[in-house]
């Protein structure tokens, strides 16, 4: 059976993004491809294909379980990190399948040694350095315990980078902390510099601090949300279009996922009628509805009640009432002529106009990533 919404992945958009992106990172840089939360919503199945048809050769994942899933789509040249867990009965299949890892305990730099000296092969690992975000990485004091470790296993490790990860690159209220972080991670880098280990790459990059700090670029940068064309705050975005004395007057990401269906159903209310379950919508005039088989189910976040929009017809249309587990209603009273099958777009564009997910709040950061990776995978994706 059909779906009732279909998501649509804009290849010539993704190719914007990855010029406007490398504008700022510049040639030499290695740019990953982060596509954990399966590819923020946008489906890995169709994304890693799409990103390799691009020249992207380098993707990025929290999980070993979403490695696996690049694994089985990515072409033999490409290659996969993992940013978090993997336990360390996996590290072996790791090696095995030249999958690099983050490091940032001694007990899994200690199994990576001894998975690498059984099956034979060198186990790639990035050696992660806490700077300040508390979440994971060695602390400083512990560099030399790592160092002696690694130098002692030298013919089992392949350095493949420093990295760390930034708490907040997006605020700049954060800016003294991340500046800390750049700090120590330049320390902590030279530290283990001076006890004899080198890394191939240095990466530290989000999106928000490749395009809002340049001093965090380095090498390599791991660039998630801004490739989708959403920035990361908007003050990213402010900062952005202000920058390089010029300013630009059309946004240079484009986002790649329109995310769409088509009205199902309509209503007619008179004023003084309640719109959906409860109490929180009445109709204050006559006013025509459209119904519209998505609900929180597929992803369209309840937060969304009586606040989201969509756009039929190229215009805007408010929902109204809470969204249900499987259906929202929307006001269609001023969108003449609309009829039952016409297109709705939840996510992206129609005619001029566009639904950004991020219109809706401040939080958009936090909105934006939350919707998107919500998109629940059995929604068919599609290139365009
Ligand atoms: C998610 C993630 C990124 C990418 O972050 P964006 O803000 O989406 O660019 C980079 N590094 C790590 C460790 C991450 O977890």
């Not at 004395?245 to 088509?262: A, E, G, H, M, Q």
């Amino acid at each position: 059976m059909k779906h009732t919404s279909v998501i649509e992945l804009s290849k010539s958009a993704f190719k914007k993004n990855i010029k406007f992106i490398r504008t700022k990172i510049g040639d030499p840089c290695k740019f990953v491809s982060v596509v954990k939360g399966n590819a923020y919503g946008h489906g890995v199945d169709q994304f890693v294909p799409m990103a390799e048809d691009c020249k992207v050769s380098r993707f990025a994942v929290a999980h070993a379980h979403e490695a696996a899933d690049v694994l089985a789509v990515k072409r033999p040249s490409s290659e996969i990190m993992i940013m978090g867990m993997i336990e360390n009965d996996e590290l072996a299949w790791a090696i095995e399948n030249d999958i690099s890892y983050f490091v940032f305990e001694f007990s899994r730099l200690e199994a990576s040694i001894a998975a690498a000296k059984k099956i034979g092969k060198k186990a790639k690992i990035h050696i992660e350095l806490e700077t300040g975000l508390n979440r994971t990485g060695f602390e400083i004091y512990e560099l030399s315990r790592v160092a002696e470790k690694v130098r002692e296993n030298s013919e089992h490790l392949s350095i493949e980078g420093f990295c760390t990860h930034y708490a907040g690159a997006e605020s700049i209220a954060n800016y003294v902390r991340i500046m800390g972080q750049i700090d120590l991670f330049k320390e902590s880098a030279a530290t283990l510099g001076s006890l004899g280990i080198e890394a191939k790459y240095h990466h530290t990059a989000c999106s928000a601090a490749a395009l809002t700090y340049p001093d965090t670029i380095m090498d390599m940068v791991r660039i998630g949300i801004a490739q989708y064309g959403f920035w990361p705050t908007p003050e990213t975005r402010m900062y952005n279009m202000l920058s390089d004395n010029k300013v630009y007057s059309i946004d240079p990401l484009k986002r790649i996922l329109k995310w769409k269906s088509n009205i199902m159903s309509f209503k007619n209310v008179k004023a003084g009628q309640f719109i959906g379950y409860g109490t929180s919508y009445m109709a204050t005039k006559h006013e025509k509805i459209a119904v519209i088989p998505v609900g929180y189910s597929h992803g369209f976040s309840r937060s969304l009640s009586n606040l989201g929009h969509v756009l039929i017809n190229g215009k805007r249309a408010s929902v109204v009432g809470m969204v249900n587990m499987s259906m929202i209603l929307v006001i269609v009273t001023h969108i003449y002529g609309c009829e039952i099958g016409d297109e709705v777009v939840m996510i992206g564009k129609q005619g001029k106009n566009s639904i950004t997910i991020s219109s809706f709040a401040e939080l958009s950061k936090y909105v934006n990533y939350e919707l998107l990776t919500r998109l629940p995978h059995d929604i068919p994706r599609i290139i365009v």
